[in-house]
Structures are given as structure tokens and as C-alpha cells.
């Protein structure tokens, strides 16, 4: 099975910095990687695709990058709405197993 | 607008099983698979499985094999996930979730809609 892992676990950052997020697939995936955003409460909320693509709707300050095994999404001039937990997800291994990393949790300095 | 709903918060014991419904609209059901994913509180996003509500084709994570059934009904665009065997470990929100895909000569998959998500409580 592929496992994802992501670094930090956690994060403290504050309004307007730019702060980026690793995450590391145990073997290549190509670009089969997504993004996802949950606040406390909610359902996750799809933010990249395929590496880099950005979702519809989602602000131009989310970017990511990488392919093979390393991956990274980038926040550029942090809101205050971008306080929450940012997940990676695989979409490589057939048959499908769409594993995520454990989470990274950004907090407010 | 497309959308996904749940049905309401359960409680069961131990041993028992629990059956979450899940209704699409705003698009064709067939067209997309369903993926059920788990979150336990305070914990990280656990896949589940996926369906095919064409075929009602299924895979399941190695984990939930022979625990879990995942079926459809496509008259009413109803996904529906059936956990048996329940223990307290199995407390967590369960959510449904449309797998969309974009064609860049290969076929991306990725979570595009949620449901709000099934409480499930475990508890002698």
C-alpha cells in the first residue's frame, strides 16, 4: 500500500506569511495527488488536483507542486480563514485506495 | 446544485451494524463513483471504499474488508454504506463523497463533493 506522509504535523503561521506544506507518497505517484482544507465541523473542501491544478473557486493565494514522490502546497499571504487542517490525498493505486496523509494542522500565531 | 445528503446520526452497540444513506442530486448519479471516507474525533481522514453506481462495482480498503458493504439505488440516487460488526473504535462522523475526474490524457480522480457527514456512536 502507498503510504502518505506529511510534514509539519502542525503549524504556526501568522496573517499575511507564506507557508507551504510537504507531503511524501512511500513510492511514486506521478501527479495523481490532491489538497483538501477542513475546518473544525465542516467536511473537507478539494482545493488542488492532479498536483497543481486549482479547484474552481479556490483563491489564487493555494498553489501546488511536486510529482513522483514529493509534493508541496504553498499559501501564499496567509487569511485568517486559511486557519484550519490541510490534508493530502493519493489517487495513483489501482485498484483504486485513495490513502491521505495524517493531516497538518495551521494555527494562528 | 449538486449536492449529497445524509442521513441523521446514529447510535448503536456493539456487534450491531449501521446503514448510512446517502442521496445525490443536481447531477447524473451513474456518472461518478461514491467514496465513503471516515473521521474519528480529533483524528485524520480515513478512506473507506469506493462504488460504481453504474455496475455497483465496489472496492474496500484492506481494513474494512468483510466489515463493510457498500450498494445503490439508482431509482431514487441513493449510495447507501452498511458497517456490521460494530465496535467503539467505529465512533466517528462518516461522509460520502463524489469521486469527480479530469482527463489530461490520463484520468485524475479527485473528492469534489461532500456530504455533511453521519455521527455514528458506539456505546454499550
Known amino acids: 500500500d502507498i503510504q502518505m506522509t506529511q510534514s509539519p504535523s502542525s503549524l504556526s503561521a501568522s496573517v499575511g506569511d507564506r507557508v507551504t506544506i510537504t507531503c511524501r507518497a512511500s513510492q511514486s505517484i506521478s501527479s495523481y495527488l490532491n489538497w483538501y482544507q477542513q475546518k473544525p465541523g465542516k467536511p473537507p473542501k478539494l482545493l488542488v488536483y492532479?498536483?497543481?491544478s486549482l479547484q474552481s473557486g479556490v483563491p489564487s493565494r493555494f498553489s501546488g507542486s511536486g510529482s513522483g514522490t514529493d509534493f508541496t502546497l504553498t499559501i501564499s499571504g496567509l487569511q485568517p480563514e486559511d486557519f484550519a487542517t490541510y490534508y493530502c490525498?493519493?489517487?495513483?493505486?489501482?485498484?483504486?485506495?485513495?490513502?491521505f496523509g495524517q493531516g497538518t494542522n495551521l494555527e494562528i500565531k | 446544485q449538486v449536492q449529497l445528503v445524509q442521513s441523521g446520526a446514529e447510535v448503536k452497540k456493539p456487534g450491531a451494524s449501521v446503514k448510512v444513506s446517502c442521496k445525490a442530486s443536481g447531477y447524473t448519479f451513474a456518472s461518478y463513483d461514491i467514496n465513503w471516507v471516515r473521521q474519528a474525533t480529533g483524528q485524520g481522514l480515513e478512506w473507506m471504499g469506493w462504488m460504481n453506481p453504474n455496475s455497483g462495482n465496489t472496492g474496500y480498503a484492506q481494513k474494512f474488508q468483510g466489515r463493510v458493504t457498500m450498494t445503490r439505488n439508482t431509482s431514487i440516487s441513493t449510495a447507501y454504506m452498511e458497517l456490521s460488526s460494530l465496535r467503539s473504535e467505529d465512533t466517528a462522523v462518516y461522509y460520502c463523497?463524489?469521486?469527480?475526474?479530469?482527463?489530461?490524457?490520463?484520468?485524475?480522480?479527485?473528492?469534489?463533493?461532500w456530504g455533511k457527514g453521519t455521527t455514528v456512536t458506539v456505546s454499550s
Open positions: 490525498q493519493q489517487s495513483y493505486s489501482t485498484p483504486y485506495m485513495y490513502t
Open positions: 463523497v463524489r469521486m469527480y475526474y479530469s482527463n489530461y490524457g490520463y484520468y485524475y480522480y479527485y473528492m469534489d463533493v
Open positions: 492532479a498536483a497543481s
